[in-house]
C-alpha cells in the first residue's frame, strides 16, 4: 500500500512477470482527485490483485469504468478527525 504507486514499477523484484499470488499491490485514494491520478497507475503495474484504501475518505468518489479489485474505506480517527458521511462509504460500496 503506498500513496505514491508511480514508484511501484521501479521496486519490483525480478521474476516478479504477473504478480505473484500472494502480494497485493495498493494505493490510497481520499478524495476523487486522488483516486483519478493513482488508479491508472496502480492499475497499470503488474499485480494479481490490485486494492485502493480509500482511508481516511474525506469526499464522495465515483469509481469509474476502470476499477480495481478491492476498494477499503472509512474514516480517520484521532482526536480531530475530519468527517466522514456515511452516504460516501454506501455510495462506494453501492459502486463496488
Same mark, same amino acid.
Given at each position: 500500500?503506498?500513496? !505514491? #504507486?508511480?514508484?511501484?514499477? &521501479?521496486?519490483?523484484?525480478?521474476? +516478479?512477470?504477473?504478480g +505473484?499470488?500472494?502480494? +497485493?499491490?495498493?494505493? =490510497? /485514494?481520499?478524495?476523487?482527485?486522488?483516486?483519478d491520478?493513482?488508479?491508472?497507475?496502480?492499475? /497499470?503495474?503488474? /499485480?494479481?490483485?490490485?486494492?485502493?484504501?480509500?482511508?481516511?475518505?474525506? /469526499?464522495?468518489?465515483?469509481? &469509474?469504468?476502470?476499477r #480495481? @479489485? +478491492?476498494?477499503?474505506?472509512? &474514516?480517520? =480517527? &484521532? !482526536?480531530?478527525p475530519?468527517?466522514?458521511?456515511?452516504?460516501?462509504? !454506501? @455510495?462506494?460500496? @453501492?459502486?463496488?
Open positions: 500500500l503506498t500513496k !505514491r #504507486p508511480e514508484n511501484i514499477s &521501479g521496486m519490483l523484484p525480478k521474476g +516478479w512477470g504477473h +505473484w499470488n500472494n502480494v +497485493w499491490m495498493g494505493t =490510497s /485514494a481520499e478524495n476523487q482527485r486522488r483516486w491520478e493513482r488508479l491508472p497507475i496502480l492499475l /497499470a503495474t503488474p /499485480a494479481v490483485i490490485h486494492f485502493v484504501s480509500a482511508e481516511p475518505l474525506l /469526499a464522495p468518489i465515483d469509481i &469509474g469504468p476502470h #480495481p @479489485d +478491492w476498494v477499503i474505506t472509512g &474514516g480517520e =480517527s &484521532g !482526536r480531530q475530519r468527517p466522514v458521511k456515511v452516504t460516501w462509504v !454506501r @455510495d462506494i460500496r @453501492d459502486q463496488c
